[in-house]
C-alpha cells in the first residue's frame, strides 16, 4: 500500500532524509506546520533572507494599505493567501483540502494594517535588534493559517527545493512542468509572477517538498500573551528582529 512520498515517487527514506526533507503521506495532510521563527533563528543564511523576504511583503502590504483604497482586484492578488495543497500539510479530515486564508481574511489585513501596525517595519533599532508583531486580524486565524502565510511568501523557494530534489532523484515517468502562479512578487510591476519547474506528479498536480528543519507541530509561536491593548479577536504573531 502506498502511503508516503517515497512510496509513490520510488526513491529510499535514506535518500530523501538526506537530502532533509519530510517524508510526507500523499493519502492525507499531515498536522505539521512552516514555522517563521525558525527561518529567523537559522543559522543558515538563506532561510533568515527567506523570513526578511516575509517581512518585506508585509511592510509593502502595510504601505499599499496606507496609500489608498485597494480594489477587489488587488485585494485578492496581494493580500489572500490559499492554502498550497501540494505540500500536504495541516488540518484536513481527508486528502489535502483545508481552508487556508480568504477573503474575509484579505479585508481584515488591509483595514488594520495600516493603522494598528502603522510602523511594522520601520521601529527604532536599539543594539542592533528590535521587536515587530505582525497582527493578523481575524477570528479563527491559527497555527495552521500562519503556516498558509507563510508558505504563501516562501513558495519560489520550496519549487525550486523540490526540483532540484527531481532533477537528481525522481525518475522521469513521475515527473512533468508545470507552469506555476504566484511564485516570485514583483515590487516594480507590483504583480505576482509565474514560472514553469520540473516536479513530482500525481495525476495531474504537482507535489511540494518541505525541508524539516522549517517544520513544527508546536503552537508556542502564536503568542496569546502579547494582547495587550488589542481586541481580543486579534492574535499576535510577534517576531524578533536583528
Known sequence: ??????????????????????????????????????????????????????IQYVAFLRDSSKESKINVGLLKSWFCFPEIRQNWLGYSKTGNHGS?????????????????FNNFGNEEISNGSHLEKLCLI???????????????LIKGFL????????????????????IIDHV??????????????????LGKNYVLLTPKEILTKDDAWINKSDMVDI????????????
Do not use: C
Open 231 to 242: 481586541p481580543q479577536r486579534q492574535i499576535t504573531y510577534t517576531i524578533n528582529m536583528e
Open 159 to 178: 519549487l525550486e527545493y523540490t526540483e532540484t530534489f527531481t532533477r537528481a532523484h525522481i525518475n522521469p515517468k513521475y515527473s512533468a512542468k508545470h
Open 1 to 54: 500500500m502506498r502511503i508516503y512520498f517515497t512510496d509513490f515517487f520510488e526513491v529510499t527514506s535514506e535518500t530523501l532524509e538526506q537530502y532533509g526533507a519530510f517524508n510526507i503521506s500523499l493519502v492525507n495532510d499531515l498536522p505539521l506546520f512552516v514555522d517563521p521563527f525558525l527561518l529567523f533563528n537559522s543559522k543558515k543564511r538563506k532561510y533568515r533572507e527567506l523570513h526578511d523576504k516575509i
Open 184 to 201: 516570485e512578487f514583483n515590487y516594480k510591476t507590483r504583480t505576482w509572477e509565474q514560472r514553469e519547474f520540473l516536479l513530482p506528479t
Open 100 to 116: 487556508g486564508l480568504g477573503f474575509k481574511f484579505a479585508k481584515a489585513l488591509n483595514e488594520n494594517l495600516h493603522t494598528v
Open 138 to 152: 481575524k477570528e479563527g486565524v491559527g497555527r495552521d493559517n500562519i503556516s498558509d502565510f507563510t508558505t504563501n
